[in-house]
């Protein structure tokens, strides 16, 4: 399917180069690639093309925020521990102004009280923590209904 309006950034911040080695209690033990050919699967099957991007430098990923109008229609963002505390990729998403879905692979409502607060509170359109992977494709889902790409 061919859609003008159809492409989904995926966005990931600090750590998730290595998530490979993280906590697989809490992770799941898969490597960012094994993750984003799930995703890249799943917006398929929505009509959505999904681009990837993943630093761990925060300057970095504000840039990456200030040029995603140019390079999508809509973005699911995941930035780690920067969720919990960057005002600055906040600002920065606010500006690109897309439909954008937060995902955590963990359920940060229920670890420490540091990571239940999200500067993305109020800029997204939902939340979707302790779902692991799915929680990726729950996200799509959404932004699919929000482009119209998986009417018909
Ligand atoms: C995370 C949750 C964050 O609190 C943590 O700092 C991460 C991963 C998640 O996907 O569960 O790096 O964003």
Redesign the pocket.
């Known amino acids: 399917m061919t859609n003008a309006h159809n492409r989904v950034a995926v966005l990931h911040?600090?750590?998730?180069d290595i998530l490979d080695r993280?906590d697989p209690e809490?992770?799941g033990g898969l490597s960012l690639r094994d993750l984003e050919t799930k995703i890249e699967r799943w917006g398929g099957e929505q009509g959505l093309k999904t681009i990837f991007f993943q630093t761990n430098s925060e300057g970095e990923f504000v840039e990456y925020l200030h040029r995603l109008p140019e390079l999508a229609d809509s973005a699911i963002v995941?930035?780690?521990?920067w969720?919990?505390y960057s005002r600055a990729i906040a600002d920065a998403l606010d500006v690109a102004a897309l439909p954008a879905v937060e995902?955590?692979?963990?359920d940060?409502e229920s670890?420490e009280d540091w990571?239940k607060l999200s500067v993305f509170d109020g800029l997204v359109l939902a939340k979707i923590?302790g779902k692991g992977p799915d929680g990726y494709r729950e996200a799509l889902e959404l932004l699919a209904g929000k482009l119209g790409t998986n009417a018909g």
């Open positions: 911040g600090v750590n998730f993280r809490v992770y995941n930035a780690g521990a969720s919990h995902v955590h692979l963990s940060v670890r990571r923590c």
